[in-house]
């Protein structure tokens, strides 16, 4: 039989047997894979068309296939069927056509099913958006930037465009930004699309989004992606785990929240507390396809609003490689990671041959240890429960005494404890499925029960820690790295074992944890809640205030106290507020208010609270908000105005304009009228003439000729943690035009990971256009439509990570200094490694611990300098943090500072008026809310690059004159972490 060849059906046919392959049988096991495998489609063969297009699916044809294939299996069946006796088939052969013939009947009607809900679908769908790293709740900070990840599918055909948001304003600028990536959609291919997005603080519960073609203006779809604000102070812990059901009940731990209840609005009960968690894992069983996804932000500047990473037993191949890098990014500026070392699945042997394998404080022994009944008594007495506070009790209270509870509550304690330890034993290795909420109220009600003497509600007294059924306890073995230090059972316990394993990474950390604090027998311990506030997620104590009347009250931490993540470009001198928030901060009372800072410094409470109110939120944020009135931003941009020769009109400048103007407009417009001309109806005449002729003056008087047609200054600053070769680069620049302009900033290197926005240049610039603006995330990110008035300039601010090749590191010698020094013990023997290509200059040291200052003129490429060579200087007092007598930061005020030194002209250019100096100067003081950096060793310098221009930027269109000045601020060292036994982590503490 000859077969006709159907180059729409994408058949073809074999030179050999001419015989067709292909066609509608294709296309029908194409259908039955669409069948097994969910949306995906096979495509045809390109070649079977005459035109080389991509051909589109057609219902019709799968119809007209499905019913013809039916046929034709029917007839062979039938052909083949056995011979009947009486009628009947043969024994055990009827049952078996039965359920041929059921099988393909049920395979057709899926087939159909399929068929119509493909024919039903719109050309483009838009599936959901999700912000990494929560699995469901969208969570998004303000002053911080998300990862918005949008699902969107093409059904007819592949699809080329591009998705952007609806215009996000900003604050303080008068202009509004555009959201923007390209995005190709495969046909019937489900595709994620990530792109970073900003959102201050305008409470968007929703945010629009648009597809089009990029040479369209017409949007093919239109949707939105929903947005769920956390609050300002508030941190996400992230956990990866196999086991995400175990998590369910940290959710209600007394750790994320505060200790005393400060409000009856359960609306204000949830903005009040600390953290929250995000389950950064999702696994989808799709036609018995698993599926797993790492929901973690591939882009490093988007993880300021993590706080905490739970590692519980899940393989570190699981994350790209992009997200690998950001992790080890966000953990050099401030991440806390910490790792469940018996976790389930992937244990921490495996971690050893994975990305984090380097940043192990410990490995595993390969023995576990039983815990003793000492060491089970001490945890007991070090790890008492929490207490939960409302108003009314918490005026009872004294400090100094712990809370009692009489025998008769103990036993009804025992009693629970034993109920939950039969419970759990049942549920022993699998995922527990226990009411935590409830349980947990229960023995908040036992411990309550008739105590004796209320004292400080911090804690109940200690609660004996069992192992189920009487069975032991053990913690996983590990064995610490050199450098590491041990977190013991308890303080005082001879041997001490450790309880957890733990070093500093950057101004993060990586503890390695010996339970599994989901386990059966931690899970019915009330101590274990005071143990993941103080040794997982390292969280103070809430601060008391003893008031006049001698009540004591508890305040509310601030986000700073809650996230370790820091980038000095934001957060020197400590952060500060956002949106309405910022006015306040001016004040500074000496009482606890919900806009201060942390009143937690070096030990001690400072202040009291006479007027503490309890219905606030705290609005100090955590660290790493991107906010143009932060201290290096408003410097950064005082020295690009002073460097551009344009002067800013002062306050009092316009004002005295504006009231000249009225003078002349009305009084004397009006007596020249009246009774000079004696026509006092042309005093309406003179009214636009007056204002023509001023506006005429004003702009004559302001003119400044520039010299050229286009410039841009920018001011830049690279930040390094020791030992690590990534940098984290800013830059803050301003544009200049001696006419209309309009420029584009493009930063097509360093990973294509720049974010860029426009600087709030502040109020009183002279003809400063507001208009809407485009940050456009791929294929490179860019700033687009950056507009500049005539004889004006207009500033941004971009930030990305860089890798420089080599890092700035201490590095420590066997060479004792053969000259006395002003450095002692294993500071003398330390020696600054500068392993990159960056030469530098004015390179001073600061040590912070002992109050002491080095300054060296250059630090050549691949140079070493020992600590014990330089002159060594007592930090001068002047030079101390202006805000000194207050915890403030916003108070510090450039004019007071002491004057900076001269600028040295580089060897690649001279620099006239563009200074780094005062900008560097101010990472010589330490914010007195900052105790990470009392312990501090750090390195400030200049940088010459090679050509004067600090690379990675491109602007469009060309400037006639371009000049950049650059900063290097390394973290040699830290000091290592408070023991989590001790204050501020532990009131009680000797």
Known sequence: MRV???????????????????????????????????????????????????????????????RRLGWVLGVV?????????????????????????????????????????????????????????????????????????????????????????????????????????DVALPRLELSQNGLPLF?????????????????????????????????????????????????????????????????????RLDQQRYYRLAMGREVERIANVTTVRTLLPPHPLTWTMTSHLIWDGVASHELNPAQQRALIDWLHWGGQLVIIAPGGGASITALRDGFLAPYLPALPTGSNLELTPEELKALADHYRPPRLLD???????NPGVVVTVPSGADQELATLMETAAAKLDQEEGDEVNFDFRDFGTQIDQALEKNAVDPGVPRYYKPVELKG?????????????????????????????????????????????????????????????????????LRRPEDPAFVQGNGRTRYGLLNGTDLS???????????????????ANLGRDTGTFSNTTPSRFVMGTFAG?????????????????????????????????????GITIPRSSFVLGVVAV???????????????????????????????????????????????FSLANDEIALVELQGGYERAHLSRFGSVLSNGRASFDFAHPDHDRQAIVLPLNIGQGVRGQVRDQIVFQSEPVPSLLGLKVAPRSLSTYRAEEMINLGGSIRLERTTNPPSQPTSLDGDAALLVVVNETELTLRDVRISDFQRQLVARVDRLEPRGRLGLAQLEWQPLDPAASHAGSDTDNPTTTNPEAQPPPSTPTPTDSQEIKGLRIEPLLDQFTRVAPNEWEARGELRLTARVDWPDGIVPGELIEPEVQRRRAVCGVLAHLAYPTSIDPGSFPYNEFAP
Not at 87 to 110: D, I, M
Not at 568 to 581: E, H, K, M, N, Q
Not at 693 to 700: D, K, P, Q, S, W
Request: net charge positive; glycine share 8%.
């Open 4 to 66: 006709k060849r159907d180059q729409g059906l994408g058949g073809r046919r074999n030179p050999s047997t001419s015989k067709r392959r292909g066609g509608i049988l294709a296309r029908g096991l194409d259908a039955m894979r669409l069948d097994q495998g969910g949306d995906r489609l096979a495509q045809p063969n390109p070649r079977g068309s005459r035109t080389g297009e991509p051909l589109r699916f057609h219902a019709g044809f799968a119809r007209r296939d499905g």
């Open 77 to 181: 069946l039938w052909l083949c069927q056995p011979a009947t006796v009486n009628g009947q088939p043969p024994e055990g052969e009827g049952n078996e056509l039965q359920q041929v013939t059921e099988t393909l009947a049920e395979r057709e009607k899926r087939l159909e099913a399929i068929r119509k809900r493909i024919e039903d679908r719109d050309p483009l769908e838009f599936i959901r958006s999700r912000i990494y790293p929560s699995e469901v709740i969208p969570y998004i900070k303000p002053g911080h930037w998300g990862w918005l990840s949008l699902e969107l599918r093409s059904n007819p055909q592949d699809y080329e465009g591009v998705v952007e948001s609806d215009p996000v304003a900003l604050e303080g600028l008068g202009q509004a930004v555009v959201h923007r990536r």
């Open 199 to 267: 959102v201050p603080d305008n409470r968007l519960k929703e945010l629009g989004f648009r597809l089009r073609r990029a040479d369209q203006t017409r949007p093919d779809l239109v949707f939105s992606a929903s947005l769920t604000r956390l609050e300002a102070h508030q941190s996400l812990i992230v956990v990866l785990t196999e086991r995400p059901g175990n998590y369910s009940r940290w959710n209600s731990l007394k750790a994320m929240s505060p200790i005393q209840i400060t409000s009856s609005d359960i609306a």
């Open 391 to 397: 108003i009314g009790t918490a005026d009872r209270f």
């Open 468 to 536: 189920l059924r009487n069975r032991p306890i053990y913690l996983a073995g590990l064995q610490p790295r050199p450098s590491a230090s041990v977190i013991p059972i308890a303080p005082g316990l001879s041997p001490a074992r450790p309880l957890a394993v733990e070093w500093r990474v950057g101004r993060g950390r990586v503890t390695i944890l010996a339970i599994d604090p989901n386990a059966g027998v931690w899970i019915r311990w009330p101590g274990t809640d005071t143990l993941i506030r103080r040794v997982v």
């Open 564 to 582: 370790w993540v820091r980038y000095a470009a934001r957060d020197l001198a400590g952060s500060v507020a956002i949106g309405s928030d910022a």
């Open 608 to 644: 009291s609270q006479p007027d503490f109110e309890f219905d606030t939120v705290p609005s100090n944020p955590a660290g790493a908000v991107w906010s143009d009135e932060a201290l290096v931003p408003r410097i950064a941009r005082d020295l690009l105005i002073e460097a551009s």
């Open 661 to 707: 103007f009225l003078v002349v407009l009305v009084p004397l417009n009006y007596a020249v009228c009246r009774f000079v001309l004696g026509r006092r109806e042309l005093a309406w005449v003179g009214v636009p003439l007056l204002a023509i002729g001023f506006a005429i003056g004003i702009e004559r008087a302001a003119a400044f000729d520039l010299g």
